[in-house]
């Protein structure tokens, strides 16, 4: 009888420490679920500092560069980003904002991109004010030892009222207005020293290709989630890394075509 009880005992506390441990494993299993492996552990940090309105926030995207690193097996950093910017504002309009000063010292910046507003390039007296704007940005930046880089810009829509405006009449047509995006940029950059991000001219190549991609949103100046796509990935290849066909992660209102495309179009030189 003795022998039974311990024989009974005995199962139980091996059931018991069974389910103690299975517990245990299920939660483990869990958690490493709940928690995916970050590859970019162990990588070098690159902090970026994004200054610009519209054409850099829409879409979250500055924290697409961020996301493409996480997904991007290949990748040799850990990118961090920050955002100093705000609808409808001018580069010496951010200057001015409160707490400029304070963000750009915050930390050591290895990329500070300046993005002029959409229209900097449409008359003469535009362009000299962007020009001061960027002088100053571009000094403060290079003496806190970070590189400053000059987003170029794209073309408002073919489409845009503003190319019938007398008030512009500079702009012609969508062509005209990125040569003159596109010449100015390129001697703003050699001036002060800038690294060059041609977002425009990867817009304009795209266009040009006749992808059937939505890049504009409907007031045919902001970009859609694909026009975001595309400046970011302009952006990680001019910053982070050259290579693109790594990067896994699509946004949510995304094609898988249409992210194939325009990761084909970015990895190529752009069209001059």
Not at 91 to 102: A, E, F, K, Y
């Amino acid at each position: 009888m003795k022998n039974k009880l311990l024989h009974y005992k005995l199962n139980i506390f091996i059931t018991m420490l069974f389910m103690v441990i299975a517990t245990i494993l299920l939660g483990a299993c869990q958690k490493d679920k709940e928690k995916p492996k970050d590859m970019t552990q162990g990588r070098p940090v690159l902090n970026i500092l994004f200054i610009g309105n519209e054409y850099t926030i829409s879409n979250y995207m500055p924290y697409m560069l961020k996301t493409f690193a996480e997904s991007d097996p290949t990748s040799h950093f850990k990118v961090e980003v920050e955002v100093h910017a705000a609808n409808n504002t001018s580069l010496s309009q951010l200057w001015n904002m409160p707490g400029t000063r304070d963000i750009l010292t915050s930390k050591k910046w290895d990329y500070v991109v300046i993005q002029p507003t959409s229209m900097w390039a449409s008359s003469d007296g535009s362009v000299h004010i962007t020009r001061k704007a960027i002088s100053v940005w571009s000094s403060q930046i290079k003496s806190l030892g970070s590189q400053p880089v000059l987003f170029e810009t794209w073309p408002l829509e073919m489409t845009h009222p503003n190319y019938a405006s007398p008030k512009y009449i500079k702009l012609k047509n969508y062509k005209n207005m990125f040569k003159r995006i596109k010449g100015y940029s390129k001697a703003l950059s050699e001036k002060y020293k800038l690294l060059l991000a041609p977002v425009g001219s990867y817009w304009m190549s795209a266009i040009h290709k006749k992808t059937g991609i939505k890049l504009y949103g409907v007031d045919r100046s902001s970009p859609t989630i694909n026009g975001s796509f595309l400046t970011a990935l302009v952006l990680y290849k001019t910053l982070v890394d050259n290579t693109l066909d790594d990067i896994g992660y699509i946004p949510e209102g995304m094609t898988q075509e249409d992210k194939n495309k325009l990761i084909k179009i970015v990895s190529k030189k752009y069209d001059k």
